[in-house]
């Protein structure tokens, strides 16, 4: 089956402007979640989305936001557009569950880079 | 909190020799953990993983094993090849309702013909 879809792949943003990723998890996954990755900050935890509602959220300003649909597909977003964005942003998707052992499964990741 | 440790990088190794990648954790629950690879331009795949205390993963030659005495997840492989050349990542994630995983640093392994 398909795996996690992430578009786009790549953009190019101006420093001010905001940006919407896209996110399709694999069929069935119901959990969604979001992974900032920088060579200086590594892999840090944006927020993670189940049901339309965010359950799980990392230590980042306000200017990232996300949701998630009725069909499990979620988008993030980042208003005001700083250089230190630059980032590959990650969607991961899961099945729903307290087992820790559950799978998560990434996505290619969005290229984001901000000028 | 709950945080990974691994050991510093880069790593640079002959075709055919064995690699250790070491990996320690804190945790505040009982975590599963994870090694994730990250390709050169790719997202993050699954390598391994091991939900308890003395499991044993494995997957293409990579082994790893749990061991909560000494709260290490150590990533083994007997014979490297160059396209084992990537970042490798270890994780763990908490028993809960939620998917948030929790990574160390990464290190780099290239691995020279």
């Known amino acids: 089956k398909a795996g996690v879809t992430q578009t786009p792949r790549y953009l190019i943003k101006t420093r001010g402007q905001q940006v919407t990723l896209s996110c399709s998890p694999i069929s069935g996954h119901r959990s969604v979640s979001w992974y900032q990755q920088t060579p200086g900050q590594g892999l840090q935890f944006l927020f993670e989305?189940?049901?339309?509602?965010?359950?799980n959220k990392g230590n980042f300003p306000g200017r990232f936001s996300g949701r998630q649909f009725s069909n499990s597909r979620s988008e993030m977003n980042v208003s005001t557009l700083e250089l230190g964005d630059s980032a590959l942003y990650l969607c991961?998707?899961?099945?729903?569950?307290?087992?820790?052992?559950?799978?998560?499964?990434f996505g290619e990741g969005s290229w984001l880079t901000v000028v | 909190g709950n945080s990974v440790t691994q050991m510093e990088g880069p790593v640079t190794l002959s075709e055919e020799a064995f690699l250790t990648i070491n990996c320690t954790y804190t945790?505040?629950?009982?975590?599963?953990l994870f090694w994730y690879v990250q390709y050169p331009g790719e997202g993050l795949q699954l390598l391994l993983k091991?939900?308890?205390?003395?499991d044993k993963g494995s997957n293409k030659g990579f082994e790893a094993t749990y061991r909560k005495e000494t709260t290490s997840f150590h990533l083994e492989k007997g014979s490297v090849q160059v396209s084992d050349s990537a970042v490798y990542f270890c994780?763990?994630?908490?028993?809960?309702?939620?998917?948030?995983?929790?990574f160390g640093k990464g290190i780099t392994l290239s691995v020279r013909p």
């Open positions: 989305y189940f049901s339309e509602t965010q359950r």
């Open positions: 091991a939900t308890k205390a003395d």
């Open positions: 991961a998707s899961s099945l729903v569950g307290a087992n820790s052992g559950n799978t998560i499964y």
């Open positions: 945790a505040t629950g009982y975590p599963s």
């Open positions: 994780a763990l994630r908490l028993n809960g309702a939620n998917s948030k995983l929790t």
